[in-house]
Every structure is written in C-alpha cells, then in structure tokens.
C-alpha cells in the first residue's frame, strides 16, 4: 500500500518501520479466534503508516532511542485505526482502502467493541515508553478526536457553519493525532523545547493539509479508488472544505441549500457535486491545503539541516501531490 | 441512588466520595453543549458507585493520599460509565437505572462517540496519578473488558459452553474492573505487596459474586426495576449462571434447547424462564455468588483488623443481599 514516492520519503526509517508492521502484527496473537481473526483483517490492511513515521522521522533529530519510539509510534497507528472501525461503523461504510470493513464482515458489536479493544491497546502499548507526558498527551488526543468527531455529526446539514468552524473540527478529528506523532517522538528523543514544539507545528499543519486533500477527493474520486461513493460527505451532511469554499462564493446560490434530501435524489448530489467539483473550486481548496503543509514546512527551519529534515519536506510535498 | 445499607457501609470514605461525584461533573463542564449535554445525561445518571468506593476503602489502610486516589476513583467510574454506554448502544437498549440510554435520547452515532470520549478521558484521569503501574493496570483492564464482552458475543447461542467459560467470561467483562479498583487504591496509597494481592483477590471475588447477582436478577427483576425485560440475556443468547446451573442438572431436557428462536415466541421465552428461575435452581446460583464473595473476604485476612476491613465485609454481604 505504500506508494514508491513514500517508500522513498521513508527511506531513512526503513527498517523501523518494518518493525512497527511487526508489532502490529504481535497485536494480533492473542487467544481468542473470535479477536484475531478481526484484529488480523484490520492491522493487515495496509495504511500509509504516516503516522508512525511521522514519529520515527520526528525521533530522528537527537537521542534516537527505538526501545522508546517503537512503542508509541506503533500506539500511534492502533489508535488511528481504532478511530476508522468506529467511523466506519457510525457511517456504515461497506469498504476502506478497497477491502471490506470491519462492520461489513462481522457487524456493528463487534466493531464496536473491537475498537474499544484497539483503544485500550493502543494505550497499553503507549504505556511501554514509560513517559508520563507522552501517555498524558496520548489520552488527551484521543479527546480531541472524539470532540471533532462528535462535532461532525452535530453539526451536519448546517450550512451555515463557517470555514473557522471546519478548521477547528478538522484540527480536533486529524491534525490533533499527526501533531501527536510527531511530539512523542521529539519528546522520547529529549529534543529541546522549541524543536518539540516546531514538529509539533510541522505536523499539525500537515494534518490539516492531509485532511483537505481526502476532503477533496471525496468529490473526485471514483467509488473504487477509495471506497466510496463520491460526495459521501455532503450525503451524510458534512460539509467540508470544497463545499463552504463554494458557498462562501455563491452566497445567494441555492442549488447547493436543501441538501438534506439529497439521499433521495441521486440526480440532484451529482447536480451539486458535480457545482462543488468545478476546477476553480478544487483549485482553491488545494492551494490553502498548500499552505497549511507549506506553513508546517516554515516551522522545520528551527530544526539541524539534514535528510531527515529533507525527508519531512518531501513528505508535505506528497500530502498535496498524492493521487489518494 | 445509593440505598440507606450502602451509605452506611461507604460511612468511612462519605465525604471523598463527594468529590468524585464533583470530579464528574467537572468532566460534563465543556465548552461543546453537543459534548456537554450526553456527559451531564450519562455521568448525573447516579449509579452505586461501588467501583470508586472500593479504591477510596482499600487505600485507607496505609498512606491514605487524595491526591492520587480522587484521580483514580474518578477515573474507574468513568470506564465503567463508558464500558455502559457502548453496552446499551450494542444491546440496543432503551433504558438503564430506569433513565432512557444516550442510545435511545441521541443516537448510535453520539453513544458510540461518547463512550469513546469517556475512555480516552478516563485514562487522561488517571494519569494524574502519574503512576506508571497504575496506568498500565488502566489500559490493560479495558482490554480485558472488552475481550470479555466480544466473548459474550461470539458465543451467543452457544448451549455447550461450560461454566468454567461463563467464569472466565464474567472475571473479564466485570470482575477485572473491580479488581482494577482496589488495586489501584492499594498500590497507591503504597501497601505491601501481600496487602495489593490481598485487595485484589477481595476485589474480584467481589466483582465475581456481583456480576453473577446481576445475572440472576435478569431472570427475576421486574422491567421497571432493572430497566429492561425479563429473560433479555437469553433473548440475546447470552448463557448466564442460571442458565448454565439448569442445563447442567438438565442434561437431557429440551425445553431451553432452542432458544435462538425465543424473539419470535414470547410464551416459549416465558416458559423457559420460567424453568430457570424455579428456586431450587436460583438458590443455587446465590449460593455460588456467595461461595465467590466468602472467598474475596477470607483475603481480607491479610489486612489489618478495623472499620474500614469490617466496610468491605458488609460490602460483600450487600452484593448479596441487595434487592438489585
């Protein structure tokens, strides 16, 4: 699943990486069939691991200690996964990353819980660092999520929610856990206060430029490159980055308005993704993903010149240029 | 909530049970009212409390520090409150303590969300302790939770398990929360070793005998007083002690044979309830959740002889003897 532009961004980490698969894959020796056989199907599913290398690459600046960095890069992505079975769960979504999901194959308890399962492992394995701060800061993102989450769904079908809004829902649900990655590993690698806080500004915005990119493509993207259909957002009523863009510039437009029926109305979504999905439109929202990602890069100049900083850049570039 | 017998029994740790009740609703206390109108629903929902008050009792035996055992206290009634809300939410259930379920007031969505929003603040709660030892007991329990109830339900309907299965089921799902309980209070307030194993084997014996009551209460309780029908663990085709106990001196019999198809027959559901909750066979199961909590006291043996050791007795007997 990982892509040859990324397999060459983690280039320095290579290795590590390959152990952080292995340790996912020790999650999922446990006992009970009725729990591997679940566990399995979601830790082999193949992410792009941006998070745990996020983490190692962040680890990379001071004392790298991979007895310290493995744990929490790999509690990293089990809770992010954890987070997708309890989103696909509440949107019933049938596939991610072109594999059936987890309340597709089993069911909605069983999701449930298994994500619940993953959240307590997740932070069990957090807890091998040994680092107060670290698992403090673990729970706390976990918060995050779930408030930006819990906003998604509270605020659906309200058009009039502004751009600032979507900011700070998107920072909650995915920059929080990115920023997060990237902080532990520069705190395990006892890196100086300004160089854990220029990461942590580094992945923030890179989250926040991850997240608009698979906003957009929700618009573009035929069903089976990503597993959806296009405009599942706007059909759950969540608006996102490209359809406030478009509102905010068609102000008395109501060809967007009365979304809420646009479940009934398959013509009438295509009609309207089809108003959202203009060139101009993505454009924009691409540039300001642009920015976000190149506003994190601003914030590496406090760190040593090296590859591993080279690395970073690249993978900002990739944010944004990736085809999913 | 709390009955008369049970404020009697918590008379020693009264005021700091207080506090936690206050530290909760602090938790509800968010600037989000889409957050903070579920939190105040689920946390004001007034339950026995028995899992703080076994931290706050067993850390009255050495150096008794607020500081650590609020945090704790607070943190267990918050990963019970969440283990709750995924239960109901999965169980569909329209009720519990005779209040409607986040599930039935909201949705599946928020009620998941929630749950999840209540775990990750239960151990953001717990890390105040800054005990490593403690944090990792924290997630390891919820990870033996959740085994517990994925077990309930990947052997729905499963009429050979034994009771052995059934004790391992329930040590997971309910006593291991107990027993996190203690343990903490214990640890904390710096016990030896011996008095730690001492709490602990109390705790989840306790626990053990708890959760078998509950069980026998689902074949005995009325729906108003427990807020759900009847017989509802079998509906669901959970095999609970009593049912195991009857099948055990039933080898032969037919009538709980079949019970996947009790949803569309009532008369059959009553009938076979009907044979389970005959007294002999009840008898019997209270005499096993007796036999479970006589054991958790004889640990007690391990500790010094005063009020607060006489408190855990009595709250053994109340386990027993309370009306639900």
Redesign the interface.
């Known amino acids: 699943m990982i892509s040859p532009s990324l397999a060459s961004i983690y280039e320095p980490i290579q290795q590590e990486l390959l152990q952080v698969e292995e340790n996912l894959r020790q999650v999922t020796k446990?006992d009970?069939p009725?729990?591997a056989k679940p566990l399995h199907h979601v830790l082999s599913n193949g992410g792009k691991r941006i998070r745990p290398a996020l983490t190692l690459l962040a680890g990379k600046f001071y004392h790298y200690n991979l007895k310290l960095l493995l744990p929490i890069a790999t509690a990293v992505e089990l809770l992010h996964t954890a987070?997708l079975i309890?989103d696909d769960?509440?949107d019933n979504s049938p596939q991610r990353r072109g594999k059936p999901t987890l309340n597709s194959l089993w069911d909605?308890?069983?999701a449930?819980?298994?994500?619940?399962?993953l959240?307590?492992?997740s932070?069990?394995v957090?807890?091998q660092t040994?680092n107060?701060r670290v698992?403090?800061l673990?729970?706390?993102t976990?918060?995050s999520?779930?408030?930006g989450?819990?906003?998604e769904?509270?605020?659906a079908f309200d058009l009039s929610q502004l751009r600032t809004h979507y900011y700070w829902r998107i920072g909650n649900k995915t920059a929080s856990l990115f920023s997060l990655a990237a902080q532990s590993g520069a705190i395990l690698s006892k890196a100086p206060k300004e160089v854990v806080q220029a990461l942590r500004d580094y992945s923030y915005n890179l989250g926040m430029g991850f997240q608009i990119v698979d906003d957009i493509f929700d618009f573009e993207a035929e069903g089976e490159e990503i597993g959806k259909p296009v405009g599942s957002d706007l059909l759950r009523g969540v608006l996102t980055l490209p359809t406030i863009v478009f509102l905010e510039s068609h102000p008395e437009g109501d060809s967007v308005k009365g979304i809420s029926d646009l479940h009934d109305n398959l013509d009438k979504l295509n009609l309207v993704v089809g108003k959202i999905r203009q060139p101009s439109n993505i454009a924009q929202c691409y540039a300001i993903a642009a920015q976000f990602c190149s506003q994190g890069c601003s914030a590496l100049n406090a760190l040593p010149q090296n590859s591993v900083r080279q690395a970073l850049v690249s993978l900002a570039d990739y944010v944004i240029t990736r085809r999913r």
């Open positions: 446990v009970s009725y729990l987070t309890h769960t509440i909605n308890s069983t449930i819980l298994l994500g619940d399962y959240f307590a492992t932070a069990y957090a807890s040994g107060l698992m403090r673990f729970a706390h976990l918060m999520i779930c408030s989450e819990l906003d769904t509270s605020s």
